[in-house]
C-alpha cells in the first residue's frame, strides 16, 4: 500500500544535527499524525493536523516541530537530535468524515548517535 | 484523559490453543475501541473495530462497557497470527490513544 509514504527509511545522525523526516500521502485524507514507536511503549503522538492551517502537539512533542506544507505532505523536524529520539517513527492519515481508523506509512527507523 | 493499558507485554501461545490478548480503557464518555496489528517488516494495519462487529481473520474483539474492556479473541491461534498488537481507543477532540502493545508468539 503505498497510499502512505515516509522518507526517508532509514537514518542514521549525530547528536546536534537537524534532521527532517517527511511523510507525503495520497488518500485525499484531511488528518495527519506522527508517532513514535519505542519497545515497551508503544506508539506515542508527537504532533496531528486535522487541515493545512490547524496543527496540534501530542503527548510528546518536545524537541520536534512540524510542518504541513500542503493536505498531502506532513514534515517532523528535530532541530537538534539528542541520542533519546532514537525510535521508528510512523506517520498516519485519516479521514476525519468518515471515522478513526488510521492509515500508516512504512516508518523511518532513526538512530542518533 | 484517556488512557489504554494492555498488561501483557509478550503472549506466548502453542498453535492451535486459543488466544486472548487483554486491553482495558479509561474514558468518560462513549469511546470507540480499535485493533491493530502489526506483522514483521510490516506497516501497523487495522485489525477490527468494534462498532463494525465483525471477524477478521478469526479474531473477534468485544467492547464490554461495564468492565472498560476490549479484549482480542481467537478461538485457535495460527502461526501467522504471530505479530504485535495494539489496542487503541478514539475518544474525545477526535484523538486516539494506542496502547503499549502485546507481542504475539505462536510457537509451532
Known amino acids: 500500500d503505498a497510499d502512505v509514504t515516509q522518507t526517508p527509511r532509514n537514518r542514521i545522525t549525530k547528536t546536534g544535527k537537524r534532521i527532517m523526516l517527511e511523510c507525503s500521502q495520497t488518500?485525499?485524507?484531511?488528518?495527519m499524525y506522527w508517532y513514535r514507536q519505542d519497545p515497551g511503549l508503544g506508539l506515542r503522538l508527537i504532533y496531528y493536523?486535522?487541515?493545512?492551517?490547524?496543527?496540534n502537539k501530542g503527548e510528546i512533542s518536545d524537541g520536534y516541530s512540524v510542518s504541513r506544507q500542503a493536505q498531502a505532505k506532513f514534515s517532523l523536524s528535530l532541530e537538534s537530535a539528542i541520542p533519546n529520539q532514537t525510535a521508528l517513527y510512523f506517520c498516519?492519515?485519516?479521514?476525519?468524515?468518515?471515522?478513526?481508523?488510521?492509515?500508516f506509512g512504512p516508518g523511518t527507523r532513526l538512530t542518533v548517535t | 484523559a484517556q488512557r489504554v493499558t494492555q498488561p501483557e507485554k509478550l503472549l506466548s501461545v502453542f498453535k492451535g490453543a486459543p488466544v486472548e490478548l487483554k486491553c482495558n480503557y479509561s474514558?468518560?464518555?462513549?469511546?470507540?475501541l480499535f485493533w491493530y496489528v502489526q506483522y514483521s517488516r510490516q506497516r501497523l494495519q487495522l485489525l477490527l473495530r468494534?462498532?463494525s462487529r465483525e471477524s477478521i481473520k478469526g479474531f473477534t474483539a468485544d467492547l464490554n462497557k461495564g468492565e472498560t474492556s476490549f479484549h482480542l479473541k481467537k478461538p485457535f491461534a495460527q502461526e501467522e497470527d504471530s505479530a504485535m498488537y495494539y489496542c487503541?481507543?478514539?475518544?474525545?477532540?477526535?484523538?486516539?490513544?494506542f496502547g503499549t502493545g502485546t507481542k504475539l508468539q505462536v510457537i509451532p
Open positions: 487503541a481507543l478514539a475518544g474525545g477532540y477526535q484523538k486516539v490513544t
Open positions: 488518500k485525499g485524507h484531511d488528518r
Open positions: 468494534h462498532i
Open positions: 493536523s486535522f487541515d493545512v492551517k490547524d496543527i
Open positions: 498516519a492519515t485519516s479521514d476525519g468524515t468518515s471515522g478513526y481508523e488510521q492509515y
Open positions: 474514558y468518560s464518555g462513549s469511546p470507540e
